[in-house]
């Protein structure tokens, strides 16, 4: 699915194209950017060339699917990702961003342009999940509008080990008691946290 190119104060959000793939292996190789992420970190150009043409080219077995690549106005490379998975009913956001550009806002301001795009498509709602373990993520889902829910235990594949997610969702077209609830439904230990 080619998406719109959408700018910002900062940024240029545009879809993948096979000139970033060098861009995309330094995001994908680094073992600090991956610890929350579903996958192991790649080991080489060829690892990330695969991950690419499975998850993230045009030509990817992939549809719906959003898929933008976070880029500084002053360089077109990508630094980080963002994808909206409309192929399932999570319509799961996630988000990834080279460590050397944490703490600046960026992957904020670059999801508060995407989430509007996907208002303007008329997309229903998001959710996302974090790692207990990784607040900073939550913190940027909070900046974005989104709304925690519950916590619930899964053992996180292909990883295989045991994670506490908090689910937040974000309703973009204001039915504001709507809750995903599969997360919920399928793991057997979920909670309501207090405090989030």
């Not at 933008?68 to 909206?84: F, H, M, Q, R, S």
């Amino acid at each position: 699915m080619n998406v719109p190119c959408l700018e910002t104060k900062r940024l240029i959000l545009r879809s993948f194209e096979e000139g970033d793939l060098r861009a995309f292996y330094f995001l994908l190789k680094d073992e600090e950017v991956n610890t929350f992420l579903p996958w192991f970190p790649v080991k080489n150009m060829a690892e990330a060339r695969r991950f690419y043409e499975e998850r993230f080219s045009v030509h990817g077995n992939r549809s719906p699917f959003y898929c933008y690549a976070v880029c500084l106005k002053e360089k077109n490379d990508p630094i980080g990702y963002i994808t909206v998975n409309l192929s399932n009913d999570s319509h799961d956001f996630g988000y990834a961003l080279r460590k050397e550009f944490w703490h600046r806002g960026l992957m904020t301001e670059a999801g508060k342009a995407v989430i509007s795009q996907l208002m303007k498509d008329g997309i229903a709602y998001i959710t996302a999940t974090h790692d207990k373990n990784n607040p900073s993520s939550g913190a940027v889902m909070r900046r974005l509008g989104m709304k925690y829910q519950y916590s619930y235990e899964e053992q996180w594949q292909p990883k295989n080990f045991l994670v506490t997610f908090r689910m937040y969702q974000l309703n973009l077209d204001g039915r504001e008691d709507r809750v995903y609830q599969k997360y919920w439904e399928t793991s057997d230990v979920h909670w309501i946290e207090e405090n989030i």
